[in-house]
């Protein structure tokens, strides 16, 4: 597990490590978590990207699932719908 706390942290991790699946927050200090899934995409498009937020907006729920978002969850996240997501992800 790697972890980052900025957009640009996060797309140097992906870059380097290749990582077989990203948890992703919408808002970010330096990017929206949005834009962010947009340069993952372009990096790598098979890597899946569940995509997490505190403010529910339906239209950025929808956004993201259709940019390809493999899941999108609004916090606090269930730990163990959280899990079983990852773990689809990751087969």
Do not use: N
């Amino acid at each position: 597990v790697l972890e980052a706390s900025t957009a640009r942290d996060g797309l140097a991790l992906v870059e380097s490590q290749q990582p077989d699946a990203i948890l992703l927050d919408v808002r970010l200090p330096d990017m929206s978590g949005l834009d962010a899934f947009d340069r993952i995409q372009s990096l790598d498009a098979r890597i899946p990207v569940i995509i997490m937020t505190a403010f529910s907006k339906t239209e950025t729920a929808i956004e993201a699932m259709r940019r390809g978002a493999f899941e999108y969850y609004v916090k606090p996240v269930d730990f163990a719908v959280l899990k079983q997501a990852v773990e689809r992800a990751l087969h």
